[in-house]
């Protein structure tokens, strides 16, 4: 493969804009470009100097387009791609309702494999390079999701669900065979091309202490494999956990008591959070994952983005799809911004694009290989139109600076802003 200098405005971070000021964080050069070579970012400078180094480089020329890093969407579940926008339920009642009727179909490898290709499709045309997802307790439902995200050369994080209890039957498992289907997923597919292997309890209200452990033990033999769940999503959730699990300090303790708490573990929500969890996420270097079309979409609540990046925790975002309303994540970023207004602070657009590409891919530890424009990097990007609609453009065209004209695609953007997308060095769309 050779080389291809694909130009046009670029947007780097060289610190996060949370704990440093934005025009030390971010690197925005108005006519830059990014020379590919081998799946990887191989330069970064002005077009100028690129075209001048690389003379025989192949030349995609975006104009004023933006060139970020791919979206990372740290927490969802691709299972639920068909119910996504279902009316009128909070978590428990759309989990009976809604959840889990539709994963009982995924035990049928041939549905697994149609949904799954679905998904991808919707979320490349967003512009998102990786997904972290929750499939569900059927190996099948796994094989189909990594299958379809090897063949399209991305980079994918996913687990088998665990459930052995409060849910239906045909998706419930047992300690052991949640155990040793989950070991064998992850000796398939763990560090297979670009994929991630996520150890996955679904919430500690649907498994038992014995799966818990079962899963603890797993993670502890498999630590370089992350480990996903749900965390202080809505407070009549946290009441079901405390009712299971009487013996519990608070609900990060159902986890905690099992060894499903350590460096590595990836908290989806983490809304109503108690001090001590608040401190023992911290001490441990743990990851929580801000949803907000979600928290919105089914009434949880409002996650402290401004209090919890304060305290150094990693901090992802992410769609939930299907539980969050859209597969974009310009719509998420928009959905951050507007509850971070309601709990009292705007965060800045280079904190909103942090979020969604370096800050998710440090929560789900791959900040080493994606989530940034930098020397060494995958090259999964996305090509941002800041004039993809009229309403769009009108603004953008008013703005002073590139923060201002980068901001109405954030509010208001949606698959049309995709000039492009590419992963792994090849253009996807």
Not at 51 to 78: M, N, Q, S
Not at 87 to 97: A, E, P, Q, S, Y
Request: proline share 5%.
């Amino acid at each position: 493969m050779g080389k291809t200098l694909i130009l046009g405005q670029t947007l780097a971070f060289v610190a996060d804009p949370f704990h440093a000021p934005v025009a030390e964080a971010a690197r925005h050069e108005r006519r830059g470009g990014v020379l590919v070579e081998a799946g990887r970012i191989a330069a970064l400078g002005t077009a100028d100097e690129l075209r001048a180094a690389h003379p025989g480089a192949r030349v995609v020329d975006h104009g004023d387009a933006l060139i970020c890093a791919g979206f990372v969407d740290a927490h969802a579940h691709y299972p639920q791609t068909a119910i996504i926008a279902s009316w009128g339920k909070r978590l428990i009642d759309w989990l009976n309702t809604y959840t889990f009727p539709e994963e009982m179909r995924f035990g049928d490898p041939a549905y697994a494999a149609e949904v799954a290709a679905r998904y991808f499709d919707l979320t490349l045309a967003n512009g998102t390079t990786t997904v972290c997802s929750y499939c569900t307790s059927h190996p099948e439902s796994v094989d189909a999701y990594f299958t379809e995200a090897e063949r399209r050369g991305l980079r994918a994080v996913g687990g088998k669900t665990c459930m052995d209890r409060n849910a239906p039957e045909g998706l419930c498992d047992t300690p052991a065979r949640a155990y040793d289907e989950s070991r064998a997923l992850l000796q398939r597919w763990h560090g297979t091309g670009r994929l991630v292997y996520a150890i996955t309890p679904r919430f500690s209200p649907t498994s038992s202490s014995a799966q818990l452990e079962a899963l603890g033990a797993l993670w502890a033999e498999h630590p370089d494999c992350p480990m996903q769940t749900h965390l202080s999503e809505q407070t009549d959730e946290i009441a079901w956990a405390r009712s299971l699990f009487p013996e519990a300090r608070d609900y990060l303790d159902t986890y905690e008591a099992f060894g499903l708490l350590g460096p590595g573990a990836v908290y989806g929500h983490a809304i109503h959070l108690e001090p001590r969890e608040k401190d023992r996420l911290a001490e441990v270097d743990a990851a929580l994952v801000h949803c907000p079309t979600s928290n919105t979409f089914i009434g949880s609540g409002i996650f402290d983005t401004a209090g919890l990046t304060a305290r150094g925790l990693r901090i992802g975002l992410a769609t939930d799809t299907g539980g969050g309303s859209s597969f974009s994540m310009l719509r998420t970023m928009a959905a951050a911004y507007e509850l971070g207004q309601l709990n009292g602070g705007a965060l800045h657009p280079a904190q909103l694009m942090w979020l969604a590409t370096s800050g998710s891919a440090r929560a789900l530890r791959l900040e080493d290989r994606i989530g940034n424009l930098a020397v060494g990097m995958e090259a999964d990007l996305a090509v941002l139109d800041l004039a993809s609609t009229p309403a769009i453009a009108q603004r953008a065209a008013r703005a002073e600076d590139f923060w201002e004209t980068l901001f109405p695609t954030i509010m208001m953007g949606d698959d049309r802003a995709m000039r492009a997308v590419w992963a792994g060095g090849a253009q996807v769309i």
